[in-house]
T-cell receptor, first 115, second 109 residues
Framework: EAQVTQNPRYLITVTGKKLTVTCSQN?????MSWYRQDPGLGLRQIYY???????DKGDVPEGYKVSRKEKRNFPLILESPSPNQTSLYFC??????????????FGPGTRLLVL | EDQVTQSPEALRLQEGESSSLNCSYT??????LFWYRQDPGKGPEFLFT?????EEKEKERLKATLTKKESFLHITAPKPEDSATYLC??????????WGAGTKLIIKP
């Protein structure tokens, strides 16, 4: 089954404790992206990757890191989480970015609470 | 500045009562407009892509249309299972996807 998986689905942590949220897709997609979703603000892009070893900042990259060492994986790293990073996070992937934006497939989401 | 605005924020309808959701946009060089459906606690699910003014697409009770400034998602004779948040996103010329805040649709039986 074609899908985007994220782990963990739920996470409670404390300020300053490094964490990683994994994202994996099995569709051989080139483009992957991380979003956060907060009430009233909609989806905001954190980082995106157009291919292996190519990453770029989205709208709200501060406090986050990403890496793209393999095509299928795109982990999101919070080196020193703070309470304002409490949010619902989504990973997404699409075939390519190209001349036309391809349909994005979203993971199930990771709900993060930073105390 | 590129911007996407959805209205209304929330819409309550009776089952069978048709209506429309609006997505207004200002972007430099539209490369595509997307509609997604999102159920509570789940990731957005793709519905439609529209690329040029005048284009229309349909799926069951939903129909999406596009002009040079806005898109409408028309819902005909909705059912309770159509209740969800509907998201609009616009792909601009710099390959960024800009998202609206969504319209929460509630269909009462």
């Amino acid at each position: 089954e074609a899908q985007v998986t994220q782990n963990p689905r739920y996470l409670i942590t404390v300020t300053g404790k490094k964490l990683t949220v994994t994202c994996s897709q099995n569709m051989n997609h080139e483009y992957m992206s991380w979003y956060r979703q907060d009430p009233g603000l909609g989806l905001r892009q954190i980082y995106y990757s157009m291919n292996v070893e190519v990453t770029d900042k989205g709208d709200v990259p501060e406090g986050y890191k990403v890496s793209r060492k393999e095509k299928r994986n795109f982990p999101l790293i919070l080196e020193s989480p703070s309470p304002n990073q409490t949010s619902l996070y989504f990973c997404a992937s699409s075939l390519s970015i190209g001349r036309r934006q391809e349909t994005q497939y979203f993971g199930p989401g990771t709900r993060l609470l930073v105390l | 500045e590129d911007q996407v605005t959805q209205s209304p924020e929330a819409l309550r309808l009776q089952e069978g009562e048709s209506s429309s959701l609006n997505c207004s946009y200002t972007v430099s060089g539209l490369r595509g407009l997307f509609w997604y459906r999102q159920d509570p606690g789940k990731g957005p699910e793709f519905l439609f892509t529209l690329y040029s003014a005048g284009e229309e697409k349909e799926k069951e009770r939903l129909k999406a249309t596009l002009t040079k400034k806005e898109s409408f998602l028309h819902i005909t004779a909705p059912k309770p299972e159509d209740s969800a948040t509907y998201l609009c996103a616009v792909h601009s010329s710099n390959y960024q996807l800009i998202w609206g805040a969504g319209t929460k649709l509630i269909i009462k039986p």
